[in-house]
């Protein structure tokens, strides 16, 4: 079992930035790939970034390449989104998740979500 608390959301004007946080519990955290969604009201929930347990390796949405960096701390169980250059559009309920291949994640196909953290952007 795994469980994952979000924080770090908040307001933040366009241009700004904010780092998300992801803590989970469980004494495999390591072996787990894990993953950023976000969902905005009326639309569906959509892939942001993911990493994965093995190598490190990161994937991103095109919607966030070049300004949100996913990283890992394994000893510390926790993963971060680092979101800069913020834009209105950015605006949603970020979730983590967590499962046991990169490409499970990527596509949502996993058990293990958090409760979200609220990020609004304001133009």
């Known amino acids: 079992q795994v469980q994952l608390v979000e924080s770090g959301g908040g307001l933040v004007q366009a241009g700004g930035s904010l780092r998300l946080s992801c803590a989970a519990s469980g004494r495999t955290f390591s072996r787990y790939a894990m993953g950023w969604f976000r969902q905005a009201p009326g639309k569906e929930r959509e892939f942001v970034a993911a990493i994965s347990w093995s190598d490190g390796s990161t994937y991103y949405a095109d919607s966030v390449k070049g300004r949100f960096t996913i990283s890992r701390d394994n000893a510390k169980n926790t993963v971060y989104l680092q979101m800069n250059s913020l834009k209105p559009e950015d605006t949603a309920v970020y979730y983590c998740?967590?499962?046991?291949?990169?490409?499970?994640?990527?596509?949502?196909?996993?058990?293990?979500w958090g409760q979200g953290t609220q990020v609004t952007v304001s133009s």
């Open positions: 998740n967590a499962g046991s291949i990169a490409p499970r994640v990527v596509a949502g196909l996993t058990d293990y």
